[in-house]
C-alpha cells in the first residue's frame, strides 16, 4: 500500500501506548481525586480525551486482533484467548488486511514492545513488528531478554509474597489476584518494557534523522492485568481506607443471566471479606500508577530526541476489569460498563490540547486513525473510522449508538450489545435479556428488559440492534428474528428461499 493524498514528509511518527484490563475511573484525567497518572493526565490535557471509547470486545486477543486489521470479531474470526480457547481460530487467517504490514510496505519502521497476544503460532515479527518476543498474557518473568536486563544491571530475581487469593467453589485456591513484589521498580517488568522502548525510540529517531523514515512504536504493558503484582511503593501506594467501593458491589443478580452468579464464584468474591476488595481496588490504582511513571519516562524521552513536535501518541488498552464490580473480578459474560468503556487519548501535532469528545468511538477506530496518519488510504480496515476530524475539533456526523460483542472466555457464550446516550441492550440467547437505564442506573444494577414501561425502548433497540449485525453481515441477527419481535422483515428468516413472497411487504 503506498501512501496516497498526503505528502510522505508529512507522515506522522506514532506511539501507540497501550495497557490490558485497564479502568477507565483509574485516571486523574477521568476524575479519579486519588490517581497517581501525572503522565496520562498530561497526555489528556495537551490532546483530545474521548469520554465514551469502547473496545469492541471485552477479551485480550479478539480485541487486540481488532486493532491490527480494523475488523470487527465477528469479522475477523480470531474470537477467544488462546489460554482458554475451546475450539475457535487460534490465529488470524492468511491474507488478512492489517495496518502494521501497510506501515512497513509503505516506509514505516514498526515496533512493538510487550504484550502481543494475538494468537498463538505467529507472532509479532511475522506482522512486521520489530522487537523482543514476549509471549503470554501475563509478565513473562522469566523471558531470557528481561532475566539478561536484571543480571546487566545486578538487579535481584522475581520474588513474591502476600498473596491475595479467595476459595474456589470446588474448594481449591482461586486465582492469584495480588501480591508483594521483592524487587525495586527499576527491576520491574514495566520499568523494563519502558526502557526497551526508550532504546527502541532512539534507534527509530536516528533512523528517521538519517533516511526521513518514520516510525510507529507500540508500547504494550501487560498490566494491570491481574494479578497485581507491585513493589513496595506501590503496593501500598492508596490507603484502602480512601478507596469508596463501586456501587455494584451491592449486586443481587436478581432478574440477571446466572453466568454472571457463576462467575462471581468463579472469582471467588464472596469468600473474600470486603476490607480484601479494598485493598485489590487500592493495588489496582497502585498499579496503574506504577505504569504512568513508566510512561512519563517514554514521554521524556520523546522530548529529549526532539520527537514531540511529529509524534501522533494513542493512549488505550484492550479492555476494562471488573476489580470487585458487581462482585466480580477479571472480566466476561457481562457487558457492562466498567469492561466495555474505556479509556482513550490521542495527541495529533498541530491539533488543539484539551479537547474533550462525546462521541461513541471504539478501539477499532484506531486502525483508519493510524492508517490516515501514515498517508495511507483507511478503506481496508473496514470497521473503523479515523479519528482526526474529532481530533481536530470539527463538528462531523457520527453514528449516535455503539454495538459491542463477546463470544466466550471459559466457554463459549456469544452476546451482542447495543449502547446509546441513555440506554444499553444485551442479547444473551441462552438466558434472560438485559435493558438498562444509564440515566437513572448508572451501575447497571436493575435489568429493566421485562418492565412494561420499557416496551418502546426495548423494540426500538432490539430493532436498531438487528439492522446493525444485518448490514455488517454478522449472522447473530438470525437468532434474533424468530425469538424477539425486531418488527417486518423482508427476507424469508428460515433462509429456505422457498417462501419470499409471505415476507415481502
Excluded at 495480588?178 to 522502548?197: G, I, K, M, N, S
Excluded at 512504536?217 to 501487560?222: I, Q, S
Excluded at 478503506?379 to 460483542?405: F, M, N, Q, T, Y
Excluded at 422483515?489 to 433462509?495: A, E, N
Aim: proline share 8%.
Amino acid at each position: 500500500m503506498t501512501p496516497t493524498g498526503t505528502n510522505s514528509t508529512a507522515r506522522k511518527n506514532i506511539l501507540f501506548l497501550m495497557t490490558d484490563q485497564h479502568r477507565t475511573d483509574t485516571l486523574g484525567a477521568y476524575g479519579n481525586g486519588l490517581a497517581h497518572t501525572p503522565a496520562l493526565d498530561e497526555l489528556a490535557a495537551t490532546g483530545t480525551r474521548f469520554d465514551r471509547w469502547y473496545t469492541p470486545t471485552a477479551i485480550c486477543t479478539p480485541a487486540r486482533a481488532s486493532l491490527l486489521t480494523g475488523q470487527a470479531p465477528f469479522r475477523h474470526k480470531l474470537l477467544a484467548n488462546h489460554e482458554r480457547n475451546v475450539g475457535y481460530l487460534e490465529d488470524l487467517p492468511e491474507g488478512r488486511f492489517t495496518f502494521s504490514h501497510a506501515l512497513r510496505e509503505s516506509g514505516y519502521n514498526c515496533g512493538l514492545i510487550g504484550k502481543w497476544h494475538v494468537g498463538n503460532e505467529r507472532t509479532a515479527a511475522d506482522y512486521g513488528f520489530d522487537g523482543p518476543e514476549l509471549p503470554g498474557w501475563h509478565n513473562p518473568v522469566d523471558h531470557p531478554d528481561y532475566l539478561a536486563y536484571l543480571s546487566e544491571r545486578g538487579l535481584p530475581p522475581y520474588k513474591i509474597s502476600d498473596r491475595v487469593r479467595g476459595t474456589l467453589p470446588n474448594g481449591g485456591p482461586g486465582n492469584l489476584l495480588a501480591a508483594r513484589l521483592h524487587q525495586p521498580v527499576e527491576a520491574t517488568f514495566e520499568h523494563y518494557l519502558a526502557t526497551r522502548a526508550i532504546e527502541q525510540l532512539e534507534r527509530y529517531a536516528a533512523d528517521s534523522r538519517e533516511r526521513d523514515r518514520p516510525f510507529f512504536l507500540a508500547l504494550h504493558f501487560f498490566g494491570p492485568h491481574l494479578p497485581y503484582i507491585l513493589p513496595d511503593e506501590y503496593f501500598d501506594l492508596i490507603d484502602p481506607a480512601d478507596v469508596e467501593l463501586p456501587r455494584s458491589i451491592a449486586e443481587t443478580f436478581q432478574g440477571k443471566p446466572p453466568v454472571q452468579r457463576n462467575y462471581s464464584a468463579h472469582w471467588t468474591f464472596d469468600t473474600m471479606p470486603i476490607e480484601t476488595t479494598r485493598k485489590l481496588i487500592a493495588v489496582y490504582w497502585g498499579y496503574v500508577a506504577l505504569i504512568d511513571m513508566q510512561i512519563g519516562r517514554v514521554m521524556d524521552a520523546m522530548k529529549r530526541l526532539g520527537l514531540v513536535d511529529d509524534t501522533a501518541v494513542f493512549f488505550t488498552c484492550d479492555h476494562g476489569e471488573f476489580t470487585g464490580s458487581h462482585r466480580l473480578h477479571d472480566k466476561g459474560p457481562a457487558m457492562y460498563e466498567d469492561i466495555y468503556r474505556t479509556p482513550g487519548l490521542l495527541r495529533v501535532p498541530g491539533a488543539p490540547g484539551g479537547v474533550v469528545r462525546p462521541e461513541f468511538v471504539s478501539l477499532l477506530d484506531c486502525t483508519a486513525t493510524i492508517l490516515e496518519l501514515a498517508g495511507l488510504d483507511p478503506k481496508p480496515a473496514v470497521d473503523s473510522r479515523s479519528l482526526l476530524p474529532l481530533v481536530h475539533g470539527e463538528e462531523v456526523a457520527w453514528e449516535e449508538d455503539i454495538v459491542c460483542e463477546f463470544h466466550g472466555h471459559h466457554f463459549p457464550y456469544p452476546q451482542r450489545m447495543l449502547r446509546d446516550d441513555r440506554y444499553k441492550l444485551v442479547v444473551n440467547p441462552d438466558s434472560v435479556n438485559e435493558l438498562y437505564d444509564l440515566r437513572t442506573d448508572p451501575d447497571e444494577l436493575r435489568n429493566v428488559y421485562a418492565h412494561p414501561e420499557q416496551t418502546e425502548v426495548r423494540a426500538r433497540m432490539m430493532r436498531r440492534l438487528y439492522d446493525v449485525l444485518r448490514e455488517r453481515g454478522d449472522n447473530f441477527y438470525h437468532w434474533m428474528t424468530s425469538m424477539y419481535d425486531v418488527g417486518e422483515v423482508g427476507h424469508d428468516p428460515t433462509l429456505s428461499g422457498l417462501d419470499e413472497s409471505t415476507y415481502q411487504a
